[in-house]
């Protein structure tokens, strides 16, 4: 009766349109107030001690950095570095963008902001150059998750307080599933260019126009270099190389490209202001969630209930990812990751499955979850700016999905590829 309250009450919630860190803490309201196990102080003590942590002050910095960059002419550049060497070959456009997602993944931790700061600047260019303006945003879209594989990512951040896991090793490993998500959608770009004819740019390739271009983005270039140089380097932790990342960017974008100017950092920082706390009530009311499942036994039940299906590790995994991509269709990523963790965690490590592995399973499976409708987080970015409805980006990044899947099972049935830099 518990489990049926909590899981009820929540799903009404969402069904009237009640905000998910909002409806996830209700849901827990009514089920204290029915069960009267614990007493309502208990949600507040469990707001403040789920926020309570060093690791969890890496989103707001990344999220600060991301806004950072894309305001101050970061990402301008890496796209027009990334074009000079794809724009001249057939879909040289949409490579481009999918390179300069690749690039920006690598600084702001976040699909959302990746698809901001690139989809407003690179969609009406391509809508330009002729191609479709659906085919546009749906790359966009997709190629916008890879903010949330390639680190510094915020959602491992996340899985790595909730599973105890090394949030260094889960950066690492996120590295080659991004790149492999990257190649098939580049891939995709090129072939779909191919068949529908869409012209070369008239950008002849240079070394001297590489040399320029390359001068003007060596600060941007040089940013997932420090970051990451710096936390695989053991010079800072991830929560400081975040505090790194925004301090750059500030100087950058101020005093180098001069383009964030300094009336622009008060919506630049109210912004992230309000994304954190959106994210950071999220989780506090996700974490209280959590607790209440443990309370009531429910990750055991579910763990039970999965294994007595089978015993084979292929059959699990996949039941495991299907449901992990439903899940994702309407719950946010970050309350996916800290309700689900302690649910099929143990279920994964019963089967052999090592932390991090999992942790890369889940990620990959929830970023494409932003795709989808009907709360996909990229998806709604990606109309916002293009002004498309839901279902026209949808049915035009279906094929998308379809090999973004596929990197998904070479990442589930292949460890290597994920433990492998670890």
Not at 176 to 185: E, K, S, T
Not at 384 to 395: D, P
Request: with cysteine.
């Amino acid at each position: 009766m518990m489990t049926l309250i909590l899981f009820g009450s929540f799903i009404l919630f969402m069904v009237v349109r009640v905000p998910i860190g909002f409806a996830l803490g209700l849901a827990c309201l009514v089920t204290i107030f029915y069960s009267g196990s614990v007493s309502p102080e208990y949600l507040v003590q469990g707001l403040v001690t789920s926020a309570d942590s060093f690791p969890l002050m890496a989103i707001p910095f990344y999220i600060l950095a991301g806004e950072v960059m894309g305001r101050g002419g970061i990402s301008k550049r890496l796209f027009g570095f990334a074009k000079i060497f794809v724009g001249n070959i057939t879909g040289g456009l949409a490579i481009a963008t999918v390179i300069t997602c690749i690039f920006f993944a690598a600084i702001s931790g976040s699909g959302p902001a990746t698809v901001a700061a690139i989809g407003g600047m690179v969609i009406p260019l391509m809508v330009q150059q002729g191609y479709d303006k659906k085919f546009a945003t749906a790359l966009i879209v997709c190629a916008g998750t890879i903010g949330v594989i390639i680190p510094p990512s915020i959602p491992m951040v996340i899985y790595g307080i909730s599973a105890s896991a090394s949030i260094g090793s889960l950066f690492l490993s996120g590295i080659i599933p991004g790149l492999l998500v990257g190649a098939l959608l580049v891939f995709y770009s090129y072939f779909y260019a191919k068949i529908h004819g869409y012209q070369k740019d008239d950008q002849k390739f240079s070394w001297k126009y590489v040399g320029k271009e390359f001068g003007s983005a060596s600060w941007s270039l040089a940013m997932p270099v420090i970051i990451l140089g710096g936390i695989y380097g053991g010079i800072f932790t991830p929560t400081e190389a975040a505090v790194v990342a925004t301090v750059y960017g500030l100087i950058v974008g101020v005093f180098v490209y001069k383009e964030l100017k300094l009336k622009d950092l008060f919506s630049v920082f109210s912004n992230s202001a309000l994304t954190t706390a959106i994210i950071l009530i999220i989780t506090g009311t996700a974490t209280f969630f959590g607790r209440i499942l443990s309370i009531e036994s429910i990750p055991t039940m579910v763990a039970n209930a999965i294994t007595s299906i089978s015993d084979n590790p292929i059959i699990l995994l996949l039941i495991i990812n299907l449901f992990l991509l439903f899940i994702g269709t309407f719950m946010d990523v970050i309350a996916s990751i800290i309700i689900l963790t302690p649910i099929l965690l143990p279920v994964a490590v019963e089967i052999g499955v090592d932390p991090v592995h999992f942790g890369i399973i889940m990620v990959v499976n929830l970023a494409i979850a932003l795709i989808t409708p009907p709360i996909g987080g990229t998806l709604f970015v990606g109309v916002g700016i293009s002004r498309l409805s839901i279902w026209e980006v949808s049915k035009a990044a279906a094929p998308m999905f379809v090999l973004m899947v596929l990197a998904l099972m070479v990442v589930t049935f292949l460890p290597q590829i994920n433990v492998f830099l670890p």
